[in-house]
């Protein structure tokens, strides 16, 4: 069974706090993602990797930073938390050619910057 | 202007009504189109592809329309089970944009 796995559910943090987000996928996808999601706005993506070491830029990468050293792991940094960075995040995974619109997502976590 | 677009709703609709759900996307170089279902407080799904000559699975009918820029999602005989989230998806250059999609309850 496909899974996407994120460190935390819920997570609160302070402003200026550096912050890290996990996620791991144990399916074997060339491609992961993350996005967050807010009301009224849908899902917005931040960063995405199509590879080990590779890493580019999604819609609202201001403010994040990605990290992919293994394939099955996508790591999401606030470099310092701000209160609107509060929101849902979600990671996502695919495989890459014509299966890559499926993407797999995690559970999200909830973050609250103060 | 969103990129993609989609009515919020709610849509409250008796069980075994049909129900349609609208999108319209403003990218004309958009090259697929899904539809992705979300239950409350869970993660996004994919639902079904959506392919120019219109496809059906089940319950569910989605159809394209390229030259209006409108995707649309039916579903006929509607359970308690469809009460979810409703994401319109778009491709463009191998990147997925979602709306902000379309609540529906069924009610009993």
């Known amino acids: 069974d496909v899974k996407v796995t994120q460190s935390s559910r819920y997570l609160v943090k302070r402003t200026g706090e550096k912050v890290f987000l996990e996620c791991v996928q144990d399916?074997?996808?060339?491609?992961m993602f993350w996005y967050r999601q807010d009301p009224g706005l849908g899902l917005r993506l931040i960063y995405f990797s199509y590879d080990v070491k590779m890493k580019e830029k999604g819609d609202i990468p201001e403010g994040y930073s990605v990290s992919r050293e293994k394939k099955e792991r996508f790591s999401l940094i606030l470099e310092s938390a701000s209160t609107n960075q509060t929101s849902m995040y979600l990671c996502a995974s695919s495989l890459s050619g014509l299966a890559q619109y499926e993407q797999y997502f995690g559970p999200g976590t909830r973050l609250t910057v103060t | 202007r969103k990129e993609v677009e989609q009515d919020p709703g709610p849509f409250n609709v008796p069980e075994g009504a049909t129900v349609a759900f609208n999108c319209t996307y403003s990218n004309s170089a958009s090259q697929s189109f899904f539809w992705y279902r979300q239950d409350c407080r869970k993660e996004p799904k994919l639902l079904m592809s959506v392919y120019s000559s219109g496809n059906e699975d089940g319950r569910f009918t989605a159809q394209l329309n390229r030259a209006s820029q409108y995707i649309s999602l039916l579903i006929r005989d509607s359970k308690l089970s469809d009460s979810a989230t409703y994401l319109c998806v778009v491709n463009i250059d191998r990147q997925l944009t979602f709306g902000s999609g379309t609540q529906l309850t069924v009610l009993p």
């Open positions: 399916m074997d996808h060339e491609n």
